[in-house]
């Protein structure tokens, strides 16, 4: 699975979207971008996940750019509770589990 | 969400003991796994296993016994439990292998070894 650079630490304004910029430039053509977060002392939970398209659900929105060798995890309006730390995971098509790497942690004021 | 349940929430013992943490899924998922999460740190997969009677190892594996007998239920056995495996473990199921299919996390169980 490829290797992932994500900042270690991310500040946001309550309301504001927040950004989440991950970068994984050696990856396969096969391999999905999965997103989690942890909450503090919770398990992680799945956010998105995509393979060519930007894609958004409830929680999120996953722009992957052309080349597929970054993406950025948008939290449109983000408030208290999205302080959390955020995983980026490439994950192959035939790969059973998650690797986790060291993530960003998104700190949200008021 | 309720379907996946650890036991105990919250363990201290001894090292040299025997200690199991146990993890229940209602989803009938044939995936399940374990990880370990050290203070400050990232996940680690210590075991996986694609159905009852099938488990491999992870990144993380010395130390640890698994078993899956049902599908339901995959516990994590410490044999002897040392000052090293002092973490919180998180229990994880999935419908089945492969990128398509959500890891779907526990709530944790909190070991301390003294």
């Known amino acids: 699975d490829a290797k992932t650079t994500q900042p270690p630490s991310m500040d946001c304004a309550e309301g504001r979207a927040a950004n989440l910029p991950c970068n994984h430039s050696t990856i396969s053509g096969n391999e999905y971008v999965y997103w989690y977060r942890q909450i503090h002392s919770q398990g992680p939970q799945y956010i998105i996940h995509?393979?060519?398209n930007n894609e958004t659900n409830e929680m999120a929105s996953l722009i992957i750019t052309e080349d597929r060798k970054s993406s950025t995890l948008i939290l449109p309006h983000a408030t208290l509770r999205d302080t959390a730390v955020y995983y980026c995971?490439?994950?192959?098509?035939?790969?059973?589990?998650?690797?986790f790497g060291t993530g960003t942690r998104l700190q949200v004021f008021p | 969400d309720a379907g996946i349940t650890q036991s105990p929430r919250y363990k201290i013992t001894e090292t040299g003991r025997q200690v199991t943490l146990m993890c229940h899924q209602t989803w009938s998922h044939s995936y399940m796994f374990w990880y370990r999460q050290d203070l400050g740190h990232g996940l680690r997969l210590i075991y996986y296993?694609?159905?009852?009677?099938?488990?491999d190892k992870g990144e993380v594996p010395d130390g640890y016994v698994v078993s899956r007998s049902k599908t339901e239920n995959f516990p994590l056995t410490l044999e002897s439990a040392t000052r090293s495996q002092t973490s919180v473990y998180f229990c994880?199921?999935?419908?089945?292998?492969?990128?398509?299919?959500?890891?779907?996390f526990g709530e944790g169980s909190w070991l301390t070894v003294v």
């Open positions: 296993s694609a159905a009852a009677d099938i488990t």
């Open positions: 995509g393979l060519k």
């Open positions: 995971i490439p994950r192959g098509i035939n790969t059973d589990k998650l690797i």
């Open positions: 994880a199921s999935s419908v089945t292998g492969g990128s398509g299919n959500t890891i779907y």
